[in-house]
């Protein structure tokens, strides 16, 4: 329905495309280090002016050099009209 916005952010890639229930957000990192990590990441995705919606991405026990990957919809109770366009915000990345 809208177009993919890819965000690249370091080892971060977020991808968030509209689609008929919401906005299908994918969040992919690789663990650069040398031993294994729980990563949370918080990503928010909105129309750039009034409406956003927030997620955390939650992976656990990832290893060194691998990458870790999660899809999700983000905004599909929202009431109104779900941008075509959404801006993507990555708000934090946590190595644990």
């Not at 939650?58 to 366009?85: I, N, R, Y």
Request: glycine share 8%; hydrophobic share 35%.
């Amino acid at each position: 329905m809208g177009k993919t916005k890819v965000l690249t952010l370091g080892d971060t890639e977020i991808r968030a495309t509209r689609n008929e229930i919401g906005i299908s957000v994918a969040c992919n990192i690789k663990n650069t280090t040398d031993r294994t990590h729980d990563i949370k990441v918080t990503v928010s995705v909105g129309n750039g002016s009034d409406w956003v919606t927030t997620n955390n991405f939650e992976f656990q026990k990832v290893a060194a050099g691998q990458t870790a990957s999660e899809t999700t919809v983000m905004g599909a109770s929202f009431e109104g009209e779900l941008p075509d366009d959404p801006k993507i915000y990555v708000d934090s990345v946590i190595f644990s």
